[in-house]
């Protein structure tokens, strides 16, 4: 019996990975109708019948649904400086969803070198100033920051089609081949390049590039859940006057508080405003 990584799924043959090399394996029918294995499972397999077969999923410690993937690490959100242009309302929203899964939000901006400078501060302001981690990528950038980052780690890709999710891969591995097309000019977005969910290795640890991350669902959130798992509001958890503080009109809101004052971005506090009012409407 061996220990294995699943690495991506089509129908059902399930590509696995250890002892440094990849197979193909089959799943038994009990896990294909109960516990079914997902891309980032860690499973049991073993060879027989002249054929590798899962015998086992291991205890997962997250699973996204959307994108189907499990045991993730860290959320790379990819954004574009330019074509499309940087969309703050979509990093938050994703920043939102990712952190109610207890994984850690990181900010990768693409086609940085496209950017003014003034752009460039903005975004660091915006981010890194508010404790996140931020990583600008370009034609002329390095990639080690992003590597640094990869190593070791579980990693999902999020974000829009055409933001450069794809390239930034090829820039760091080019034997990954990954299908790449230009923004149409007239659309002002990308065409959907990645086929497959699956997991890469690269840069010493593994990356899902995934189709329909971009999707933000936001129906079965629960406002009260996501008010206590948005990283720039956790530092005062438990700190305005009422413990089910939504941070809206409340009284004694340690967060409103903090937005006064600077030390909580404004901009993403109107954002988690309108997610709440969205999770109300789409509620009733």
């Avoid at 752009?119 to 002329?140: C, F, M, P, R, V």
Wanted: negative net charge; charged residues 25%.
């Amino acid at each position: 019996m061996k220990e294995a990584i699943i690495t991506r799924i089509v129908s059902n043959r399930y590509t696995v990975f250890f002892d440094g090399e990849f197979h193909i394996a089959i799943a038994m029918g009990k896990l294909r109708l109960g516990n079914k294995p997902t891309v980032g499972d860690r499973v049991q397999v073993e060879f027989t019948e002249e054929k590798w077969v899962i015998q086992a999923v291991l205890e997962r410690k997250n699973q996204l649904i959307r994108p189907l993937v499990s045991n993730i690490d860290q959320a790379l959100i990819v954004m574009s400086s330019k074509e499309p242009d940087f969309s703050y309302t979509l990093v938050d929203r994703l920043i939102f969803l990712i952190s109610l899964e207890f994984i850690e939000p990181i900010i990768v901006v693409s086609k940085a070198d496209l950017a003014s400078s003034e752009l460039i501060s903005e975004i660091t302001a915006e981010y890194k100033d508010h404790g996140y981690q931020l990583i600008l990528t370009g034609k002329n950038l390095p990639t080690q920051p992003l590597e640094a980052i990869l190593n070791g780690r579980l990693s999902v890709l999020a974000g829009q089609s055409g933001v450069g999710k794809s390239s930034i891969l090829n820039r760091i591995n080019e034997d990954l081949e990954l299908n790449t097309q230009e923004i149409s000019k007239a659309l002002g977005r990308g065409r959907h390049t990645t086929r497959h969910n699956q997991l890469y290795p690269i840069a010493g640890g593994w990356l899902a590039d995934t189709p329909g991350f971009s999707s933000l669902d936001f129906s079965s959130v629960s406002a009260q859940e996501m008010a206590q798992t948005i990283p720039d509001f956790k530092p005062y958890h438990g700190e305005c006057r009422y413990r089910d503080c939504l941070h809206l009109k409340e009284p004694g809101c340690k967060i409103k508080e903090k937005v006064e004052s600077n030390e909580i971005s404004s901009r993403r506090y109107q954002h988690y405003v309108d997610c709440v009012a969205l999770i109300k409407e789409e509620s009733r």
